[in-house]
């Protein structure tokens, strides 16, 4: 995870944000004006850049050229559906880890032959929608769960196809809140366990062994943990198979980070180009190879518009209030994460004379001292200007809520000079219309 606050760095190097550009004085993504764009649908506003996401799931694409891998984007990170019929018409399958997320991947046509569904705690009825929907593969997180699935799928005369998540106890040295692969964390089958629990799955007949599963954590920036984790896994891949339990495909997951205050992850393809390395060097190179990526296919994607309401100067501390909040933006307030944040308006952040820069606290309107968006940024705003909080893409909308009644933001997917709105601003009648008085 990155520092929590630093001041913002200079415009030229916006970060990770190269369909980001200065026009005429206006901050503009690919070809659409982001001040037109706030003024047209108002704010907070989500913008997404087509380009930026297929630029980043070529780099994988490259990554993977002449390989068997399918990419399983990781729907977790942005699951509103026309960035779904994105990646579907891509050729991506998709990593889902609950009923409704297959509901979206329906909705949005995705190929449910390359849906996974991973997650500690499935339930029955997901479990059959997931069956019946014949999708490719269950990533099993416990022996319990083993023992549901296999009578929820003996229930509906079915065999569900299943990868067991190991967990090869590797620090993925990340913030702890989003660190999977430790011994201490809840998520997968310890790797002293996956043999045994591999050959209970083989023996039930509800269930049909396909592949092996690990995840390690999430904002990874090093390769170092992915090769790792590579190792311990194709350890347990060697022992299961010498033990005749045949695996058709190996599952590595997501992780890879992404630039959000000057740091440094590897491209895709320069990281798969290390990992297929080693995969050929231990003789597994030409296997069925899948992959669940979020963050780094959509994080720099995305920027969210804020209007600026109020500044509010005090002895200790100045404060930027927007009209964006932690409903909007939870990352800061829940991990301590950095977004940069940028005004449209040209000279705002690189005036000609410093002093007229003041350093605020950029803060929402919710009723917490928690909703910050940035911390110590300096900046040269006034009430009505708008501000872009930068890799907002990932982890955002899929997260935000309605606390404090707020209704959740619009979005909108620019490709070239097309703007389309993909989700309308919700209102205050959309949020009562699931409620009853006594
Ligand atoms: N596969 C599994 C099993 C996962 O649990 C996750 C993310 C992914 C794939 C995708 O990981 P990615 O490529 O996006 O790193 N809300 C946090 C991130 C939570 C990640 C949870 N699992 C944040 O805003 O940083």
Redesign the pocket.
């Given at each position: 995870?990155t520092a929590p606050s630093a001041p913002n760095a200079p415009l030229a190097a916006l970060p990770g944000h190269p369909h980001l550009h200065r026009l005429d004085g206006q901050l503009f993504i690919e070809g659409c004006d982001l001040n037109d764009l706030a003024a047209r649908h108002g704010t907070p506003l989500f913008v997404y850049s087509k380009a930026a996401m297929r630029e980043a799931l070529a780099a994988y694409q490259r990554g993977f050229a002449g390989r068997k891998a399918q990419i399983c984007y990781?729907m977790?990170?942005n699951s509103s559906l026309a960035i779904l019929q994105f990646f579907a018409q891509e050729g991506c399958g998709f990593?889902i880890?609950s009923g409704g997320e297959l509901a979206r991947v329906q909705a949005a046509g995705g190929d449910l032959r390359k849906v996974i569904f991973?997650?500690v705690g499935k339930t029955r009825a997901e479990m059959r929608a997931a069956l019946e929907a014949d999708i490719a593969c269950f990533?099993v997180e416990s022996e319990a769960e083993l023992t549901v699935l296999n009578e929820v799928s003996l229930s509906l005369g079915r065999r569900a196809r299943v990868s067991l998540?190991v967990n090869p106890n590797v620090d993925a040295q990340t913030?702890p809140?989003?660190s999977?692969g430790l011994k201490d964390n809840k998520?997968g089958i310890a790797h002293e366990e996956a043999l045994a629990v591999y050959q209970r799955a083989a023996a039930l007949p509800g269930l049909q062994v396909v592949g092996i599963d690990c995840?390690i954590?999430?904002?990874?920036t090093e390769v170092a943990p992915y090769l790792e984790a590579m190792d311990r896994v194709l350890d347990l891949v060697d022992q299961i198979e010498a033990a005749g339990i045949a695996l058709h495909h190996i599952d590595f997951?997501?992780?890879?980070?992404i630039d959000y205050n000057g740091d440094t992850p590897p491209a895709a393809d320069q990281l798969w180009a290390l990992l297929l390395a080693k995969l050929d060097a231990r003789g597994h190179g030409q296997r069925q190879l899948m992959i669940?990526?979020?963050?780094?296919?959509v994080?720099n994607a995305g920027v969210c518009l804020t209007e600026v309401l109020y500044l509010k100067t005090g002895e200790q501390k100045n404060f930027c209030i927007v009209d964006a909040a932690m409903n909007d933006l939870?990352?800061p307030a829940?991990?301590q994460?950095f977004h940069g944040i940028v005004p449209l308006k040209e000279g705002s952040q690189e005036p000609s004379n410093p002093d007229d820069l003041t350093v605020y606290d950029v803060v929402g309107p919710v009723c917490e001292s928690g909703d910050w968006l940035g911390r110590d940024r300096a900046l040269q705003v006034a009430p009505g200007e708008v501000l872009a909080v930068l890799s907002a893409g990932?982890?955002c909308m899929s997260?935000a809520s309605n606390y404090n009644t707020r209704g959740r933001a619009a979005e909108v997917l620019v490709d070239g000079d097309q703007a389309r709105l993909i989700r309308r601003r919700e209102s205050s009648a959309d949020q009562l219309a699931l409620e009853s008085l006594l």
């Amino acid at each position: 995870m990155t520092a929590p606050s630093a001041p913002n760095a200079p415009l030229a190097a916006l970060p990770g944000h190269p369909h980001l550009h200065r026009l005429d004085g206006q901050l503009f993504i690919e070809g659409c004006d982001l001040n037109d764009l706030a003024a047209r649908h108002g704010t907070p506003l989500f913008v997404y850049s087509k380009a930026a996401m297929r630029e980043a799931l070529a780099a994988y694409q490259r990554g993977f050229a002449g390989r068997k891998a399918q990419i399983c984007y990781a729907m977790k990170a942005n699951s509103s559906l026309a960035i779904l019929q994105f990646f579907a018409q891509e050729g991506c399958g998709f990593d889902i880890v609950s009923g409704g997320e297959l509901a979206r991947v329906q909705a949005a046509g995705g190929d449910l032959r390359k849906v996974i569904f991973s997650g500690v705690g499935k339930t029955r009825a997901e479990m059959r929608a997931a069956l019946e929907a014949d999708i490719a593969c269950f990533n099993v997180e416990s022996e319990a769960e083993l023992t549901v699935l296999n009578e929820v799928s003996l229930s509906l005369g079915r065999r569900a196809r299943v990868s067991l998540r190991v967990n090869p106890n590797v620090d993925a040295q990340t913030h702890p809140y989003i660190s999977t692969g430790l011994k201490d964390n809840k998520f997968g089958i310890a790797h002293e366990e996956a043999l045994a629990v591999y050959q209970r799955a083989a023996a039930l007949p509800g269930l049909q062994v396909v592949g092996i599963d690990c995840h390690i954590g999430s904002q990874i920036t090093e390769v170092a943990p992915y090769l790792e984790a590579m190792d311990r896994v194709l350890d347990l891949v060697d022992q299961i198979e010498a033990a005749g339990i045949a695996l058709h495909h190996i599952d590595f997951g997501g992780g890879l980070g992404i630039d959000y205050n000057g740091d440094t992850p590897p491209a895709a393809d320069q990281l798969w180009a290390l990992l297929l390395a080693k995969l050929d060097a231990r003789g597994h190179g030409q296997r069925q190879l899948m992959i669940e990526p979020g963050r780094s296919l959509v994080g720099n994607a995305g920027v969210c518009l804020t209007e600026v309401l109020y500044l509010k100067t005090g002895e200790q501390k100045n404060f930027c209030i927007v009209d964006a909040a932690m409903n909007d933006l939870p990352r800061p307030a829940m991990y301590q994460a950095f977004h940069g944040i940028v005004p449209l308006k040209e000279g705002s952040q690189e005036p000609s004379n410093p002093d007229d820069l003041t350093v605020y606290d950029v803060v929402g309107p919710v009723c917490e001292s928690g909703d910050w968006l940035g911390r110590d940024r300096a900046l040269q705003v006034a009430p009505g200007e708008v501000l872009a909080v930068l890799s907002a893409g990932a982890y955002c909308m899929s997260m935000a809520s309605n606390y404090n009644t707020r209704g959740r933001a619009a979005e909108v997917l620019v490709d070239g000079d097309q703007a389309r709105l993909i989700r309308r601003r919700e209102s205050s009648a959309d949020q009562l219309a699931l409620e009853s008085l006594l």
